[in-house]
């Protein structure tokens, strides 16, 4: 089985900045690829950013230009480094990976969720 790991999320004020990071562990073969979602109370979930394993990147597009992910191949690790957050930006954040195990299965995983709280 795999397993996402997520790490740096908290309170931080307006303006201010937190990075996360997502480390996949497990029967890995490859990962297709490996990002972020968000969701707050009473809202959908929305993509954050992601990253392939060519190293292609997307944004939301409240996020571009504020918020950047980087992957570490060998490491089976993202990190999202978010600037200039705003009250907006509180959520849940999920880690999200598209991985293939030895087994030839395809598996969409998902972490446990870390809360990012931004406020004054």
């Known amino acids: 089985q795999v397993q996402l790991v997520e790490s740096g999320g908290g309170l931080v004020q307006p303006g201010g900045s937190l990075r996360l990071s997502c480390a996949a562990s497990g029967s890995i073969f490859s990962i297709n690829n490996m990002g972020w979602y968000r969701q707050a109370p009473g809202k959908e979930r929305e993509l954050v950013a992601h990253i392939t394993n060519g190293g292609s990147t997307k944004y939301g597009d409240s996020v571009k230009g504020r918020f950047t992910i980087s992957g570490e191949n060998a490491k089976n690790t993202v990190a999202l480094q978010m600037n200039s957050l705003k009250p907006e930006d509180t959520a849940i954040y999920y880690c999200?990976?598209?991985?293939?195990?030895?087994?030839?299965?395809?598996?969409?995983?998902w972490g446990q969720g870390t809360q990012v709280t931004v406020s004054s």
């Open positions: 999200n990976a598209l991985i293939r195990e030895y087994s030839g299965s395809y598996y969409n995983s």
